[in-house]
Nanobody, 129 residues
Framework: QVQLVESGGGLVQAGDSLRLSCSAS????????MGWFRQAPGKEREFVAA???????????EYADSVKGRFTISRDNTKNTVYLQMNSLTADDTADYYC???????????????????WGQGTQVTVSS
């Protein structure tokens, strides 16, 4: 089992930055694929970013087109934490953001929410325009 706890959400203005954190416990964190998904009111959950282990000490990150160049996913394996740095926020980024972890995810499946085994409770991000 893996327990995930997100933090860092809040109310910001358009153009501002925000950093989300997701703390994991219960499994060997370094080998877990970690993802961020979001769900806006009335919309389906969508992929935002993910980072997965590809061997040795290397990781591969992937982003949704809507956040490329603005969001950065990173991880600190010494703290069992994954981060989502969000810059140049817009009202379209308003959503509940969820952290997810998976044990059998590769670069071809990292965008698929159904492949993740564990989910956090979510943190709300509201961007006022």
């Amino acid at each position: 089992q893996v327990q995930l706890v997100e933090s860092g959400g809040g109310l910001v203005q358009a153009g501002d930055s925000l950093r989300l954190s997701c703390s994991a416990s219960g499994r060997t964190f370094s080998r877990l694929a970690m993802g961020w998904f979001r769900q806006a009111p009335g919309k389906e959950r969508e992929f935002v970013a993910a980072i997965t282990w590809i061997g040795d000490n290397s990781y591969y990150a992937e982003y949704a087109d809507s956040v490329k160049g603005r969001f950065t996913i990173s991880r600190d394996n010494t703290k069992n934490t994954v981060y989502l740095q969000m810059n140049s926020l817009t009202a379209d980024d308003t959503a509940d953001y969820y952290c997810a972890a998976g044990e059998r995810i590769d670069i071809w499946t990292m965008k698929a929410s159904g492949r993740y085994d564990y989910w956090g409770q979510g943190t709300q991000v509201t961007v006022s325009s």
